[in-house]
Nanobody
Framework: QVQLAESGGGSVQTGGSLRLSCAAS????????MGWFRQAPGKEREGVAV????????YYADSVKGRFTISRDNAKNTLHLQMNSLKPEDTAMYYC????WGCGLVGWARGHEYNYWGQGTQVTVSS
């Protein structure tokens, strides 16, 4: 059984930083895609960043490129999202998600294609 558990959310001011973590268990696939999505009140869920284990590649939403960095701790089977230069528009519930096949430049942000989801962690950025 796959379980994803997020941590690290909180409240910061504009320009601040936060680091989210997603501890995964039960992911025994050779290749899978794992990453972060977010949803703000009244808005659709959007892909933030994902890591493709098959090719060790990363994909980011244009809105976070240059500010967010996704990384993986293989030993702990944990995925991190370092968020710098945070803006009020980054305020959202952030979810860790995974699926048992890889992802590429096209389609990585299609949330409905992900099988496993964490409970979410709130990120609030005040101006």
């Amino acid at each position: 059984q796959v379980q994803l558990a997020e941590s690290g959310g909180g409240s910061v001011q504009t320009g601040g930083s936060l680091r989210l973590s997603c501890a995964a268990s039960g992911l025994t696939y050779t290749s899978y895609c794992m990453g972060w999505f977010r949803q703000a009140p009244g808005k659709e869920r959007e892909g933030v960043a994902v890591f493709n284990t098959g090719g060790s590649s990363f994909y980011y939403a244009d809105s976070v490129k240059g500010r967010f960095t996704i990384s993986r701790d293989n030993a702990k089977n944990t995925l991190h999202l370092q968020m710098n230069s945070l803006k009020p528009e980054d305020t959202a519930m952030y979810y860790c998600a995974a699926r048992p096949w890889g992802c590429g430049l096209v389609g990585w942000a299609r949330g409905h294609e992900y099988n496993y989801w964490g409970q979410g962690t709130q990120v609030t950025v005040s101006s």
